[in-house]
């Protein structure tokens, strides 16, 4: 099994920052892609941030130029740093990971893993 562990969020003023970061443990291979996504009250669960294996990243247009996404693959883990942060911006954040593990079989798959989510709050 594979766990995902999400730490960093919490209540900020609009305009700060906040560091969030998730981390794997457990039937690791190696981990490709890493995502951060977020989901509002009554809203869509929505793609954020994407960072590949050759560490290319992508942003939604919403926090392009204000969120950084990145990775330490030593330690598994994937952050997302978070600045000039606005109201709207106020959501459950998830990671989620594309970990290739071994099976029962004994062989190789990849799977979808996602973290708790994390409350990041953005107050005006």
């Known amino acids: 099994q594979v766990q995902l562990v999400e730490s960093g969020g919490g209540l900020v003023q609009a305009g700060g920052s906040l560091r969030l970061s998730c981390a794997a443990s457990?039937?690791?291979?190696?981990?490709?892609?890493m995502y951060w996504y977020r989901q509002a009250p009554g809203k869509q669960r929505g793609l954020v941030a994407t960072?590949?294996?050759?560490?290319?990243?992508r942003y939604t247009d919403a926090v392009k130029g204000r969120f950084t996404i990145s990775r330490d693959n030593a330690k598994n883990t994937v952050y997302l740093q978070m600045s000039s942060l606005k109201p709207e911006d106020t959501a459950v954040y998830y990671c989620?990971?594309?970990?290739?593990?071994?099976?029962?079989?004994?062989?190789?798959?990849?799977?979808?893993?996602w973290g708790q989510g994390t409350q990041v709050t953005v107050s005006s």
């Open positions: 989620n990971m594309h970990v290739v593990r071994t099976v029962v079989s004994g062989s190789t798959g990849t799977f979808s893993y």
């Open positions: 457990g039937n690791i291979l190696r981990i490709d892609a």
């Open positions: 960072i590949t294996t050759d560490g290319s990243t």
